[in-house]
């Protein structure tokens, strides 16, 4: 297996903050792999490090064999950035912004053009496209940002936060957009805070906090390392809901969380569901809803981080400038 | 999507291990196209590069003329070089302004991930604003010839002039990089201008004679860089001294660049 992305050990500190405490990573080429952790856990840090925008304090990595350092001209001409906050320019056109991007990686006056006309035709932007991109809605704005960091034909493409903002809508559209790139060879580097969104279009995920990755594997490995399956029972009468909780916290041997009329407690053995079954069954309780599912992966984001992906929004506000590195 | 046009990443060529110098340069060309392109989506732009400056020369040669100089004509040929130089200052926030905008709004960062040369967003950005000074200057002029203003040592006193004033701006753009790369918005750069730039361009001797000043100002204004830049376009442009002044505005030039050329590169350096 070739790797696109290697990192090893990487280190960066902002005066106090340390917004990465030693990061490893390997990405497969040709796959996507998902950076997910809450604002201020240091994932726009690592991709700024991998996209040379950052050198990092210690450790090193490479980027289609390139070291991010020593040969980040090489680099930079491999990869392709779309960051959080949309960056295209917005006081020029479609066109123009992708007309500066294909101009500065050299191609001429006429293939600049013709790969601007292409890109904009495949995000549908053809009829927006000499407008200024301060027009331009949120999801237009960000197909735009993405287009732009594909005039190069990059080889591995870093994604951060590419839908925080947007639309249910321009957000499905998006990640389409990434399916298809991904197919056409392109390894993807993705951050996001979104559980969802990793688990839709990451083959791997590294989920990030305070700067260290503290868990790694493919979305159903995650899941299945919290401890795997969730057992919900719902009586028809709510009356029954003290019965139903001793019967389910005597099988799980946990205790279960209610919710409305709702028990649900995590089992880990496969002879829970039947137990339950039977001795409600003995206790002539009717059940509305009787279910074994997997945890969700904000289940697993919680076990293992202690918090919610989406924290205290005021809490984490002084935290990311510092830790994201970017006191803009 | 049509699936192969969009990305196919193995048409791409090897990367190469360097950039030659020539490549810079139309990095440069290329980035200060797009600084001056901006201009046709953004209307207020050109309106502040060209009403501003004819705004400030009707202003001050028909309401101050008769009370400064006895008459607005006398006047105008006294203080258009002020106005000239005034307007350089002011123009020159431009460039940090339009760098903190790059810098906030993440476009900056996209252009670092390119194969660029390092120093060509700047340079294209000071290269355009270069352009932009060269259009306040054939304003401002033009508008003072109608108006009765006379070149005294003709097209090589305007081409020396023009010459003299870019090489000043060039050092002064280093003042606004460092505000552009301190401040948190680009609005802010705009204060500064203001706040900075007003006072200093008014304790010289762009508008109003010396004489009339305390003595105690008279000290500051006999060095400010505004009055010696005025000093040296009124030699060239209308006439009189100019070996002194123009040496002088070079040397405030340099020691303006030596200063906040190294303090703006760090600090562009900290940022990042």
Not at chain 1, 195 to 202: F, M, N, R, S, V
Not at chain 1, 210 to 239: D, F
Request: charged share 15%.
């Amino acid at each position: 297996m070739t790797f696109a992305i290697r990192a090893e050990g990487l280190v960066r500190r902002f005066g106090a903050t340390t917004a990465l405490a030693g990061v490893d990573l390997e990405v497969p080429t040709g796959t996507v792999f998902g950076l997910l952790g809450p604002n201020g856990a240091g994932k726009t840090t690592a991709v700024r490090v991998l996209a040379t925008l950052l050198t990092p304090d210690e450790g090193h990595a490479t980027v289609g064999g390139y070291d991010v350092r020593r040969d980040a001209h090489q680099v930079r001409q491999l990869i392709g950035l779309t960051g959080q906050y949309a960056s295209v320019d917005e006081n020029l056109t479609g066109t123009e912004n992708l007309l500066l991007i294909g101009r500065l990686l050299g191609l001429s006056r006429r293939d600049a053009r013709a790969r601007a006309a292409e890109l904009l035709a495949g995000f549908q932007l053809t009829d927006a496209a000499g407008r200024a991109a301060k027009t331009y809605s949120g999801g237009m704005r960000r197909r735009l940002d993405l287009a732009a960091s594909l005039v190069g034909r990059p080889q591995v493409l870093f994604l951060d936060e590419p839908t925080t903002g947007l639309d249910p809508r321009s957000r499905n559209d998006l990640w389409d957009i990434v399916r298809g790139l991904v197919a056409e060879g392109v390894t993807v580097l993705l951050t996001t805070q979104y559980l969802e969104e990793a688990d839709q279009l990451a083959d791997e995920i590294a989920v990030v906090d305070h700067g260290r990755v503290i868990a790694q594997g493919t979305p159903e490995e995650l899941k299945s390392k919290t401890g795997g399956q969730v057992l919900t029972v719902r009586p028809v009468e709510a009356a029954h809901l003290p019965v139903v909780l001793a019967v389910v916290r005597e099988v799980t041997g946990a205790t279960p969380e209610v919710n409305q009329t709702t028990v649900a407690a995590p089992v880990t053995g496969p002879g829970a569901l039947p137990a339950v079954v039977r001795r409600l069954d003995d206790a002539e309780v009717q059940v509305a809803e009787l279910a074994l599912r997997g945890s969700s992966l904000d289940e697993v984001f919680l076990s293992l981080t202690g918090h919610r992906a989406e924290d205290d929004p005021a809490d984490l506000a002084d935290t990311a400038d510092t830790l994201e590195g970017s006191p803009a | 999507m049509t699936a192969a046009t969009v990305a196919a990443p193995s048409a791409r060529p090897a990367p190469t291990r360097r950039l030659s110098p020539a490549a810079g340069l139309r990095h440069t060309g290329t980035l200060a196209w797009r600084s001056l392109v901006q201009i046709k989506h953004n209307p207020m732009e050109l309106l502040d590069l060209s009403i501003q400056p004819v705004m400030f020369v009707l202003l001050f040669t028909y309401v101050f003329g008769g009370a400064i100089s006895g008459s607005p004509g006398e006047y105008l040929t006294f203080a258009l070089p002020g106005i000239i130089v005034q307007n350089a200052f002011f123009a020159t926030m431009t460039t940090g302004f339009g760098l903190n905008q790059d810098l906030t709004k993440g476009v900056f960062d996209r252009l670092r991930s390119l194969p660029v040369a390092r120093w060509s967003p700047l340079a294209g950005r000071i290269v355009a604003d270069t352009v932009k000074q060269a259009w306040s200057l054939t304003l401002l002029l033009g508008v003072g010839m109608i108006l009765g203003f006379r070149l005294g040592n003709g097209l090589f006193g305007l081409l020396a002039a023009f010459a003299l004033l870019l090489v000043f701006s060039l050092a002064a753009a280093w003042m606004s990089v460092l505000v552009g790369v301190l401040v948190s918005e680009p609005d802010k750069v705009q204060i500064f201008g203001f706040t900075v730039i007003f006072p200093l361009s008014f304790t010289s001797n762009a508008f109003v004679p010396t004489e009339t000043m305390p003595s105690w100002l008279q000290h500051w204004v006999e060095v400010n860089p505004v009055t010696i830049l005025a000093n040296a376009l009124r030699g060239l442009l209308v006439g009189g001294p100019v070996a002194g002044p123009v040496l002088q505005s070079l040397l405030w030039a340099v020691v303006i660049a030596a200063i906040f050329a190294p303090l703006a590169v760090r600090g562009l350096r900290r940022r990042l």
